[in-house]
């Protein structure tokens, strides 16, 4: 596995070391043990390793580096899946060392189609393959260079034009140049040679960063003006699913006191939320079926109580029917659910559209039936997905309710905006992860769904972070993570619409059809090129 130009163990080891250093590099970028809000400064320079080795090793030696920094880099910084089952960790680091055992053998035929402007390809397809990882089954946004700038307010304002592609477009291209400037580095001059010769694209990347400054200084609005909503957001700091009807009762207890703390306060709150599952017991399945008194008994008690209540609720449940299965038989059917109580009255409904892979559902049972099987084992809870981006209106203003990781998908935000929601409400469980730094990873993307759509959100999970976010971005208020306890706050309501939730991701869409084109034209001409020369 020798490197171009120099050979041997020592260029191996080199190799080697620099490319773990990439990938300390790029999970310090993010919420970490250490840090718990990321080093975004690092984001700037955390590629220039992955894209230096690229340029010295070979094309197949790339795939072994490939595989090295995608399961190194994603075990650093999704170390916390582990958490939640030991195969969670392994089957994200399995997938992230395919991912890059495929990416970087194509950063290399950039370099060497485009010996000089091969880092242009370079950066277009470190682009796709964010964007391009998103989709599908297995779509997974951790890890998106932009994410790590949620705390730069004025860099990521571009995002209501761009979405996050944008914000990672101006992270990715100092490293994908200035490896390429250092590429040869055996003096130096001959950087200052790369740096004069491909002085154009330098200046542009530095009109471009300056042009997304001055619009992120003058784009937020003062909202100051803007009617204002209330939300009572409860953290009841447990993971609800774990135990017994006990222990639903326990949390159930938990919830009630916190929500009546928050109504006893002035102003007294326009709403109350609740967060993901955060009531167990299945509340339209146990009122109409009955078929445990236990459960049956606590869900008449949340009724009974929601009754009394004067302002709506919206709580996360499992929202579990009767319906007919593959099999053409009757059979419990479970969703992931928000549900709006008024008066005591479930008055609308939403069920979770994008659910989580491998731990909320696997669409592959036949073509994969020991998958499913050892995850059924498992006692993996599946769910069925929705099929409505739901708006509620309550409380004098319409939302929508993302449940947990939907928030971190840009389209899903933008479509519930595109049906008329004012704000963005969050419901999430991530206790089970029992780590700061997964929340905070968490809170870093919700941050973008605010600002691409000039939307507030608000965040409701059962042991954080549990905050109030602006249109711009600002992290009004934050409850402290781990406690019991309930957070009010106002946000502004906002209707106007931004070009990002007009476009969506049309600006990745559009990297990734560069990409492709540039690849293409490339092996092209290389192909032509060795059919002069025979």
């Known amino acids: 596995m020798s490197s171009t130009g120099t050979g041997g163990w020592r260029a191996f080891l080199v190799n080697l070391g620099v490319i773990l250093l990439g990938s300390l590099l790029f999970a310090a970028s993010f919420p970490n043990l250490l840090a718990e809000n990321g080093i975004s400064i690092l984001a700037w320079i955390a590629f220039v390793p992955v894209f230096w080795v690229i340029h010295r090793v070979s094309l197949p030696a790339s795939v072994f580096f490939g595989a090295l920094y995608g399961y190194t880099a994603y075990g650093l910084f999704n170390y916390w899946l582990s958490v939640f089952h030991p195969l969670a960790g392994l089957i994200v680091g399995s997938i992230y060392l395919f991912y890059f055992a495929v990416l970087f053998p194509l950063l290399k035929l950039a370099s060497i189609l485009f010996p000089r402007k091969g880092y242009i390809l370079q950066w277009l397809l470190w682009i796709a393959y964010e964007y391009l990882r998103t989709l599908g089954f297995l779509g997974y946004p951790y890890g998106i260079a932009g994410y790590s700038q949620w705390q730069a307010l004025p860099v990521v304002q571009i995002a209501n034009i761009f979405g996050v592609w944008g914000v990672s477009a101006l992270l990715v291209f100092p490293s994908a140049y200035g490896a390429a400037a250092l590429k040869d580095a055996g003096s130096a001059r001959q950087p200052l040679a790369f740096l004069s010769r491909e002085r154009v694209a330098g200046i542009v990347w530095v009109i471009a960063l300056a042009a997304s400054l001055c619009y992120g200084f003058a784009s937020p609005v003062d909202y100051s003006e803007a009617p204002t909503v209330r939300f009572a957001l409860v953290q009841h700091n447990t993971d609800p699913w774990r135990g017994g009807i006990a222990d639903y009762r326990h949390n159930y207890e938990t919830l009630k006191r916190l929500s009546l703390e928050a109504m006893a306060a002035y102003p007294k709150p326009d709403m109350v939320v609740w967060s993901e599952t955060a009531f167990v017991p299945r509340i339209y399945w146990h009122t109409v079926y009955r078929d445990d008194p236990e459960s049956w008994a606590l869900v008449k008690e949340l009724l009974a109580f929601l009754e009394t209540q004067d302002v709506p609720y919206i709580i996360g449940n499992d929202d579990a029917r009767r319906e007919v299965n593959a099999a053409g038989v009757w059979d419990r059917v479970d969703y992931n659910a928000v549900m709006l109580f008024e008066g005591g009255q479930n008055t609308e409904l939403y069920r979770k559209l994008h659910l989580v892979p491998f731990t909320e559902h696997f669409p592959y049972e036949k073509q994969f039936p020991w998958v499913y099987n050892a995850l ?78 000039s939307r507030s959100m608000v965040r409701s999970t059962a042991s954080g972070q549990t905050c109030a976010i602006d249109p711009s971005g600002r992290v009004l208020a934050m409850a402290e993570p781990f406690t019991e306890t309930q957070l009010t706050a106002a946000v502004p309501v906002i209707t106007r619409q931004t070009l990002y939730t007009r476009w969506g991701d049309l600006w990745a869409k559009l990297f990734t059809a560069a990409a492709a084109i540039m690849l293409i034209l490339g092996i092209g001409l290389s192909i032509m090129r060795k059919g002069r020369n025979r």
């Not at 998908?409 to 963005?424: D, K, T």
Request: hydrophobic share 40%.
């Open 376 to 453: 059924k084992n498992a006692d993996t809870h599946f769910w069925k997905k929705g099929d409505t981006a739901t708006v509620f209106d309550a409380g004098g203003v319409k939302f929508s309710t993302p449940i947990c990781f939907e928030d971190i998908f840009g389209y899903l935000s933008r479509n519930f905006v595109r049906n008329g929601a004012e704000v963005i409400v969050n419901l999430s469980n991530d206790a089970w992860s029992k780590s700061l730094p997964a929340q905070m990873q968490h809170l870093s993307m919700a941050v973008f769904r605010a600002v691409e759509n």
